[in-house]
């Protein structure tokens, strides 16, 4: 059974950094492309960013472009979330997934097979 463990959110002030991890354990991690969504309270669970197996593509939503950054070590089973120059607007919880076996849009949260709990980031401004 696939599981996915993110950590490393908290409470930053606005133009902050945090780093974001998420541990999988169980299947084979370096085969599937893997992804990161968010959610805000009364809010619809949103795209973050996305990175392919091999890590030669990544992609990203607008709002986050060139302040976010989606990275894996295949190695470690972990892909990660660089979060720089943080807005009280990131605010939510933080999810990885795993995207399905087949599947080949990125930004659709009905294409991951696989959720972790969620960390929590609070941005103050």
């Known amino acids: 059974q696939v599981q996915l463990v993110e950590s490393g959110g908290g409470l930053v002030q606005a133009g902050g950094s945090l780093r974001l991890s998420c541990a999988a354990s169980?299947?084979?991690?370096?085969?599937?492309?893997m992804g990161w969504f968010r959610q805000a309270p009364g809010k619809e669970r949103e795209f973050v960013a996305a990175i392919s197996w091999s890590r030669y593509s990544t992609y990203y939503a607008d709002d986050v472009k060139g302040r976010f950054t989606i990275s894996r070590d295949n190695a470690k089973n972990t892909v990660y979330l660089q979060m720089n120059s943080l807005k009280p607007e990131d605010t939510a919880a933080y999810y990885c997934?795993?995207?399905?076996?087949?599947?080949?849009?990125?930004?659709?949260?009905?294409?991951?097979?696989?959720w972790g709990q969620g960390t929590q980031v609070t941005v103050s401004s």
């Open positions: 169980g299947g084979t991690f370096s085969a599937y492309a």
């Open positions: 997934a795993r995207r399905a076996a087949g599947v080949t849009g990125w930004v659709h949260s009905a294409g991951y097979d696989y």
